[in-house]
């Protein structure tokens, strides 16, 4: 048995039955037997640009030679954190952006909902402490996220948590303003959504609900969090992912594609209104930090990362291949144990079971998996459906492959449960 822990992996599962990968190129990624597998997840939803780019490879070994980490602390800085914060303000969806960096989207998340209730205090109105989060929703693991989570399972077990969150239903965005007048205004901070839901299930927003949300936190003086940890850089075709809606948001949450995953990285985008109290000569300190914040070897993965998604056009790739994708994945709605396909916004998508399958068969989703796996295509388990979301740089004939082999994993596993014979 090997010893590494695995997250989200149970425990005797990943230690007996690893899958071991050694490399990567492109879409492609080959484990240590010498198979080869279509990445149909660009990893955990980051590896945008492809494996193998030897621009960011060949960028942070120079930056480690040159000097590989140094604390960000106080008035210490690097100039590839400087150029990369730099580069995301002049590309955020609100004005004078200031961008505070972490190492990941769970640390964006506890950021950026520490410091929403600290702006209200700051301000003057420290009542302002309840956190508004929607079923569904994923916002990683530290403290806050999985207090803000919407997926249950996420939440179950680790007795009381973050006090003033609350869920409210997904779909509904008039659940919102009730949940902020229910409380009292003068008792919410923020608002967190994903532009699309992602580890949830991947879920688009019903037509208009943007819109709809961003009044009602102007409205109410409710600050708007978008978690484009999933949905950004590229994902759904534009930096941030909320651009597609037209709205400008309070704080913003990214990590993943920031990078590609070629070194941990994340942080929250600021509007200048929000970081205005912080600003001022004499201003308080932000009491908040990780020991990474700002790691120079990190960002420079990020700026050259960031340089291939705009210099190769890529970026605009999740809303180009959109439709391309989604075409692939609907007439996989006809199998017999699939109950729905979703998708169409972003390069990314959802096929879910029948849950009378689920209920009967419950590793019939595990089952998909592996034997998508044995095509050499690899999908992810997402509560009761199967997730897409391949590296941006995918062509049509390797979206069919991708597909294909889900489709023939799904109708392997329709004909061993007896639905498809």
Known sequence: ????????????????????????????VWDEEGRRYLDGTAALWYANVGHGRQEIAEAIAAQARALAGYSAFGTFSNRPAEELAEWLSQ???MPEAEVFFVLGGGDAVETAAKLARRYFYEVGEPSRTMLIARTRGYHGTWGFGTSLAGIEANRTGFGEL????????????????????AAGPERVAAVIAEPVIGAGGVYPPPPGYF?????????????????????????LGTWFGIERFGV???????AKGVTSGYLPLGGVVVSGEVAAPFKRPGAPVFRHGATYSGHPTCAA???????????????ERGEVL????????APLAAIPIVEEVRGGLGLLGAVELQAPVLAEYPDALERV????????????VLGSSLAVSPPLIIEPHELDVLAEGLAGALEDVAREVGALV
């Open 1 to 28: 048995m090997g010893r590494f822990w695995h997250p989200f992996g149970q425990l005797w599962e990943s230690a007996t039955h690893p899958v071991v990968f050694a490399r990567g190129e492109g879409v492609w």
């Open 162 to 181: 973050v006090p003033s969150t609350v869920q409210v239903p997904w779909d509904a965005v008039e659940a919102v303003e009730a949940a902020i007048v």
């Open 301 to 315: 993965a990020g700026v050259a990362n960031c340089r291939i998604l705009e210099e190769e056009h890529i970026l």
């Open 211 to 235: 819109e709809a949300l961003s009044e009602i936190c102007r409205r109410h003086g409710v600050l708007l969090i978008v978690d484009a940890v999933i949905c950004g850089f590229g994902r």
């Open 369 to 380: 998996a592996a034997r998508a796996r044995a095509r050499g295509v690899l999908v992810r």
């Open 91 to 93: 590309r955020a969806p």
């Open 322 to 329: 959109e439709g391309e994708l989604a075409r692939r994945l």
């Open 248 to 254: 400008r948001p309070d704080l913003i949450t990214f």
